[in-house]
């Protein structure tokens, strides 16, 4: 799996410490919530942890700028998911809300772009009925926060394809994760 890009949708803690963490992986990073005021917010958080990792040593002044000239705001989240190669979504912990942007997700990127949850206790089965493409997706949800503790469950649906539970592993592990597979 060749990232290069990532969409955030959902900009609270858990999706600004994604972005962060995506962000000083070095990869361009996209931000979107459904309130323009909650993204900018996010944004701030985000740089605000990069900025901690600088100040902790573990990140370097040059790495950290070029982490935060990484990430950007978009206004609709069919921007945030075009050219992104996965999806790290962190909405509302409710199926409606989760739905919704699946929909969307789903109907505005490529088959190809894996759709990750952050959700912490609702089932993909359930999230992933709504999308043409169900099989690319699955829950990655992070040990908080996720640009510091390096565990991340992933959980898939039914409709799960094998093929997106290993790329998103092998993904992880590349990146210094430590993925625990629940079945």
Not at 7 to 33: E, H, L, N, R
Not at 38 to 46: D, F, I, V
Not at 49 to 69: T, Y
Not at 120 to 146: D, W, Y
Request: charged fraction near 20%.
């Amino acid at each position: 799996m060749k990232v290069k890009s990532v969409g955030i949708v959902g900009t609270g803690v858990i999706g600004s410490s994604w972005a962060a963490f995506y962000a000083s992986q070095g990869f361009k990073v996209k931000m979107y919530d459904i309130d323009l005021s909650l993204c900018q917010k996010g944004l701030r958080m985000a740089r605000e942890f990069l900025e901690a990792l600088r100040v902790q040593g573990l990140l370097s002044e040059n790495a950290c700028k070029k982490a935060i000239s990484d990430m950007i705001v978009v206004n609709e989240l069919h921007e945030a998911v075009k050219g992104v190669q996965l999806v790290q979504e962190s909405a509302a912990e409710n199926y409606e809300v989760k739905q919704q942007a699946f929909k969307v997700m789903d109907a505005e990127s490529p088959p190809d772009v894996i759709l990750a949850s952050s959700s912490s206790g609702l089932l993909m089965t359930e999230i992933q009925k709504v999308t043409q493409h169900p099989g690319r997706c699955l829950i990655a949800h992070p040990f908080n926060p996720p640009h510091l503790i390096p565990l991340v469950e992933l959980v898939p649906g039914e409709a799960t394809d094998d093929r997106t539970m290993s790329a998103m592993r092998s993904f992880f592990e590349d990146l210094g994760k430590i993925p625990v597979v629940l079945k």
